[in-house]
């Protein structure tokens, strides 16, 4: 965390205690903050041996692919979350959605620590994929040809379902 002042009071913050115990505090308000991570999904959208990647549009990681998947807001489970970004991102929905695993990673080179939510998932076999402006292409990808992922926590999760782990 590289906060320097508290965003209530606006006086210099310290940082107190050490490892995941460590957070910021502020010694006029009483203000405190840990620096937890984002909670994230991750949807493997797959038809058969063959998972649905998108190519990233927007930062960090533009022009790398990724899946489906995105921050989730106040008050949404992360299985809302992946109805909801796919929705957003392709324009359809997912079905069946299964969990896969956690994982810990940080969003490219921005330094904000992210835990993703993987779930497998699939999407009508009649599904009309509309890209939002989030993406510039999707392709579908044998798990034999996967290419280079924008996020570590994305490679965790593809590696895993590839491998039968997840």
């Known amino acids: ?3 320097r002042f508290c965003p209530r009071c606006g006086t210099s913050l310290a940082f107190v205690g050490s490892g995941a115990e460590r957070h910021a505090s502020c010694g006029d308000c009483g203000f405190w903050k840990y620096d ?3 909670p994230t999904t991750i949807g493997l959208i797959c038809r058969g041996r063959s998972i649905l990647l998108l190519r990233r549009a927007q930062p960090p990681a533009i022009g790398a692919w990724d899946t489906v998947g995105g921050f989730l807001t106040a008050g949404e489970t992360a299985e809302q979350n992946l109805v909801r970004e796919a929705r957003e991102e392709i324009g ?4 069946d959605l299964r969990p896969v695993g956690s994982y810990a990673s940080v969003y490219g080179d921005t330094g904000m620590a992210t835990v993703g939510m993987a779930f497998t998932c699939r999407i009508p076999d009649d599904a009309v994929i509309t890209l939002s402006a989030e993406n510039t292409e999707h392709r579908w990808f044998a798990w034999d ?4 992922l924008a996020f570590t926590d994305v490679k965790a999760a593809v590696r895993d379902l590839v491998a039968g782990t997840g």
């Open 1 to 3: 965390m590289d906060w």
């Open 92 to 95: 359809c929905p997912v079905l």
């Open 145 to 148: 040809e996967i290419p280079d």
């Open 36 to 38: 937890n991570p984002l």
